[in-house]
């Protein structure tokens, strides 16, 4: 039996010197904004793999650790409960940023009847109408699909609104992402396509599973335009998704943002992510974190170890509120198996 070839190193963002004064443009509030944001999916997810581990969250569960420059940096161009935002089943982060309650979240990840789906989504299928989240999404690359169709409401009801569409490197190679990319290029569609490269799927390098690793230029047999975005420097994101919705808006059709991003956890909570190396992970946390990064940004800009603690603290105690909430609410009743089912017109 042939042996698989040795799993090459994932190709990460070049290290960059952080800087206000020459870089992207953001002020101290601004920043304090994403440094919140931020620090609250990390704390959140750390908590929720805890509970995991306790038993205490059920099924799968795949965090967002790592990836927090991503959503928070995308929030910052979405009009909450106007456009809309859709993704697969890593979905936690993506939640907290549109600005879901995260009692409402750790509930649902627990199953118990105060989450946002009433306990009957669990980890990977929550939505939130009142945010524009339409939902985690479990089949790799629905959530594509899905996406190009809200994108098309919009355009047929001519309400301005654009589709945030996520999806993974992984999911770039389905199908059905190239019939909607087909689609939407056909119709100028309003759909931002986010690709969250974090390099290793579900376990395989891009390199050993890609014939090409340029996932930004996926579009360009469909004349969708792209671009390549370091993940890891939330102002970057924030940047560029801007320049994507401004022209989307305007009737210019979709595009689409490869994010080079990163997770420090397995694929999901029962990965032990062996296919990569120990050093090779601290490097990136050591030299790439996207929160290290907002505070060497703060630093530059004054903000002060009181006015960072203050967050630490408040967030702190927001998750602790959310997980106090998810055990203290009861499980649904078994008749709740029997709503939500059909929607009556």
């Known amino acids: 039996m042939a042996k698989a070839p040795a799993a090459k190193s994932a190709q990460k963002p070049a290290a960059k010197e952080a800087s206000i004064s020459n870089g992207p443009q953001a002020s101290k509030e601004e920043l304090l904004r994403y440094y919140r944001e931020m620090v609250l999916i990390r704390r959140f997810e750390e908590r929720a793999g805890q509970l995991y581990g306790m038993?205490?969250?059920?099924?799968?569960?795949?965090?967002?650790?790592?990836?927090?420059?991503?959503?928070?940096?995308?929030?910052?161009?979405?009009?909450?409960?106007?456009?809309?935002?859709?993704?697969?089943?890593r979905d936690h982060g993506h939640m907290l940023a549109a600005g879901m309650d995260p009692k409402e979240v750790m509930a649902e990840l627990t199953g118990r009847i105060g989450g946002s789906s009433k306990g009957k989504g669990g980890s990977m299928h929550m939505f939130d109408v009142p945010t524009?989240?339409?939902?985690?999404?479990?089949?790799?690359?629905?959530?594509?699909?899905?996406?190009?169709?809200?994108?098309?409401?919009?355009?047929?009801?001519?309400?301005?609104?654009?589709?945030?569409?996520?999806?993974?490197?992984?999911?770039?190679?389905?199908?059905?992402?190239?019939?909607?990319?087909?689609?939407a290029q056909l119709w100028k569609l309003p759909a931002i396509y986010i690709i969250e490269n974090n390099q290793y799927a579900m376990g395989t390098s891009?390199?050993?599973?890609?014939?090409?690793?340029?996932?930004?230029?996926?579009?360009?047999?469909?004349?969708?335009?792209?671009?390549?975005?370091?993940?890891?420097?939330v102002i970057a994101v924030r940047d560029a998704v801007a320049k994507a919705v401004k022209r989307a808006r305007e009737g210019g059709g979709p595009y689409i943002l490869e994010v080079k991003t990163y997770r420090y956890r397995g694929h999901s909570m029962s990965d032990p992510a062996k296919y990569r190396t120990k050093e090779e992970v601290d490097e990136v946390k050591k030299t790439r974190d996207p929160?290290?990064?907002?505070?060497?940004?703060?630093?530059?800009a004054k903000a002060t170890e009181d006015e960072?603690?203050?967050?630490?603290?408040?967030?702190?105690a927001i998750v602790a509120e959310a997980v106090q909430f998810a055990q203290e609410s009861p499980e649904p009743d078994p008749s709740e198996l029997y709503t939500d089912v059909y929607v009556e017109a």
């Open 55 to 89: 038993g205490l969250i059920g099924g799968f569960c795949h965090l967002y650790i790592g990836q927090e420059a991503v959503a928070v940096g995308v929030q910052e161009s979405v009009k909450p409960g106007h456009d809309k935002i859709i993704t697969g089943y």
């Open 308 to 316: 960072l603690k203050a967050i630490d603290n408040e967030i702190k």
């Open 206 to 233: 891009i390199e050993r599973s890609s014939s090409t690793t340029e996932l930004a230029q996926r579009g360009a047999s469909f004349g969708i335009p792209g671009e390549q975005v370091d993940g890891m420097d």
């Open 132 to 183: 524009g989240f339409y939902g985690g999404h479990g089949i790799v690359g629905a959530q594509v699909a899905l996406g190009t169709g809200l994108a098309f409401a919009g355009k047929y009801r001519g309400d301005d609104s654009v589709a945030f569409v996520y999806f993974g490197d992984g999911a770039s190679n389905q199908g059905q992402v190239y019939e909607s990319f087909n689609m």
């Open 291 to 300: 929160i290290d990064h907002v505070k060497m940004l703060l630093e530059q």
